[in-house]
């Protein structure tokens, strides 16, 4: 799924440039390196990336070793439910039983190893029986930005790993309440990593997104008409229902599954979370490009390039300059980006900036 | 005097283009403001620019109705005794006994009219008596910043205004003294602004400056040699003693008249102070160039151009934009610039940001 428009990481991030299509964190696009990280477990013929007209380009660009015809454009973004269904009538179309993973292109884990071989414990998971299969994070803290999966104790045994039956999926808790989550051991975040056999999610849909399983079996038959999949996209797609694969499909299943996941993992969600993926300097900076800082000035984050970037006097802040564009942001208030891109969208002047 | 390093208002003012050569305040450089706003009571053949080898380019382009000969480059900067001695030299050379104006070249005055009436007041005072007239500017806040010119009653009338006696000149006050002076209706702010004729200033050096004057004597000779201006200047300026004239003649004169001066004045000595010249948002910003503010963001200060500076949820801050270099302060932490730049001059990667 490489369709986001990655807005918090504005002004890096633009409509034809979002987040996983930059390297935020490593030194390769997010797309490229959840690309890389899949190879051993699923051969690159069997890669697709769905993605937007608009990063079409960008997206095959990072991806130069897949086959140009597996990276599909929606036409318009209609949400994660939509994805995975379009995701999986073009598995089908290839095998109609076969299992697929669904995973986000813009997330960083760096033990591509632990990862390989959890996401094949879920491809075996899925495989072995007619469930839903998520990958959940053990949660290091009481986080309020994530939706959670409440595991319901020992599901069976897959390649001698556990995998937990689950409960429910929640939504991003308040504070006090993921502190108890942590507190009960029973939850994982949920990082919107599924794995499961195209029958399986089918019913899903069927069971539990009426209105969207029926848009998709549209999709399907005017794939398979003249036009191919290039009109089908264009007329049916942007009918579907906008929903997400969570609310849609997982919040409301009762033959879910869980790979407690160890391996290393995070969404890097907004600029200052960038922070922990660098070595900061002896006052918490973090300092990309040509930056410095003077005055008892802690806990930056900067993101230039040749550009000179001083920073004087203040701390706790987020400087991103691009050739376009320069944020300034207190790392409290970076969910306000999102305020100041929709004004800019009402900007005639501006909007070459979006 | 058009030789400052204009540091405070860097990233846009550098070495080669310091504030005076910048429309910082106004459409057009504050050193050719400066020479519009003396045009109505000094011809311009006999307007003297006194500037260095690295800005005498851009003093040229700033000032073409001027003779470029009258523009006159420092090999090094000497301070501003000095820069007066030269100017002394090179008016004496026209006419021995004329009277001259010093003027700094990037301050902000606004009532041309009331100017140019009071400037004349005090070349009518220098060619009235040997004195050294200042013009002094009636405090509007105990402003610390400015050294102060006390005065002891009338002096004489000039042109049907009055002019005060001097008492003294005094440094830059602490606030409770800044309070006391503007309290007692007995000070001015020194404005650095000072008409005399050659007699008056060449005895005022010497009699508390012999060491300069000396070398002022010797620049003279040299001048006269056949190497001319260029020669003296490369041989004899750079040895010439590093002083203001404000300490050099002003503290030490007894013979001191001071024109109230009741035209608007600022010196805009840092980004902060350019607020008050422009008009603010409904928040108190002033935002200049492709701008935007969001989230409860008051009384910033943003300079750019066609370069997009967003910020978000921080008041009071200083944000400058050009295409080489970017800076974020605090409006109370400007003057903390001075120690970026001195960290950029033993950065060799970043000396070109100077």
Partial sequence: MAGGRGERFWPQSREATPKHLLPIVGDKPMLAQTVDRVAGVVPRENVFVITTQAQLAGCRGACPDLPPANIVAEPMGRDTAAATGLAMLLVKQRNPTAAFAMLPADHVIKDTVEYAKLLSIAFESAESADVLVTLGIKPAAPETGFGYIHQAGLWRKVGGHDVMAVKRFVEKPDLETAQGYLASGEYFWNAGMFVWRVPVVEAAFKAHAAELYAGLAKLEAAAKSAGGWAKALAEV??????????????????????????????????????????????????LRGHAMVEGGTHNIVVSTDGHLVGVIGVSDLVVVHTPEATLVCPKDKAQEIKTLLERLKQDPAKTKFL
């Fill in 237 to 286: 797609y942007p009918t579907l229902k906008k929903v997400s694969v969570d609310y849609a499909l997982m919040e409301k299943s009762t033959n879910v599954v869980v790979v407690p996941a160890t391996f290393d993992w995070d969404d890097v969600g907004a600029w200052p979370a960038i922070a922990k993926h660098f070595t900061p300097d002896a006052h918490g900076n973090v």
